[in-house]
Structures are given as structure tokens and as C-alpha cells.
Nanobody, 119 residues
């Protein structure tokens, strides 16, 4: 069982910034894509940002230009980050880290971290 662990959520005022991080066990070569999703109350989980094994990134229109996904790694762990700027109340949600295994396309999820944007 692959356990992903998110950190960095919290309460921030509109216009503020937060940085989420996720620890993903295994080599970077194990996964073909990694991303951040979010789920607001009463809504479906949606893609926020994704980074692919070969390097390209993809962002939801609602966060493009405000959020940046990045990763760094050592031999045994991938550290996935989401830098969020100019946060809005509508960014309030539980944010989940995801990694898809290259071998069989199995999806792994973290437990989620709450981000609340409010004055």
C-alpha cells in the first residue's frame, strides 16, 4: 500500500499564499503523473494541477497563473508541491495529492489537507 501524506493546509486571508506539500514513496520513475485535486463541500473532486513524468504541467483554468506545481525527489521519495498565490474564497476545499503508478496505472491518494480562504 502506497501512502501519500499531505501537509501545509490551513486558514489564510483572501489574497494570501499557501504552499502544500506531499510525500510520495518511491522513485520518481515509478509514477507517470502526479497531481493535486480538490473537493469543496457539496461538489465533486476536481483536478487542480498535474505534472507528468516527462515534465509538462497542466492547470485548471480557475487556478492558472496563481498556482504552481513542482516536484523534487531523492532516490526513495518524491516531494510534490503546490504553491498557491492570490487565494480566493472559492479556493476553499480539501486538497488531495495523487500519484499514478507507471506499471499498472494504479492511483494513490493522500488523506487530504484543508485549505480555507476567509477573512
Amino acid at each position: 500500500q502506497v501512502q501519500l501524506v499531505e501537509s501545509g493546509g490551513g486558514l489564510v486571508q483572501p489574497g494570501g499564499s499557501l504552499r502544500l506539500s506531499c510525500t510520495i514513496p518511491g522513485s520518481i520513475f515509478r509514477y507517470n503523473q502526479m497531481g493535486w485535486y480538490r473537493q469543496a463541500p457539496g461538489k465533486q473532486r476536481e483536478l487542480v494541477a498535474m505534472i507528468f513524468k516527462t515534465g509538462p504541467t497542466k492547470y485548471a483554468d480557475a487556478v492558472n497563473g496563481r498556482f504552481t506545481i513542482s516536484e523534487d525527489n531523492d532516490m526513495n521519495t518524491v516531494f510534490l508541491h503546490l504553491q498557491m498565490h492570490s487565494l480566493k474564497p472559492e479556493d476553499t476545499a480539501v486538497y488531495y495529492c495523487n500519484a499514478r503508478e507507471d506499471r499498472d496505472n494504479a492511483d494513490y491518494w493522500g488523506q487530504g489537507t484543508q485549505v480555507t480562504v476567509s477573512s
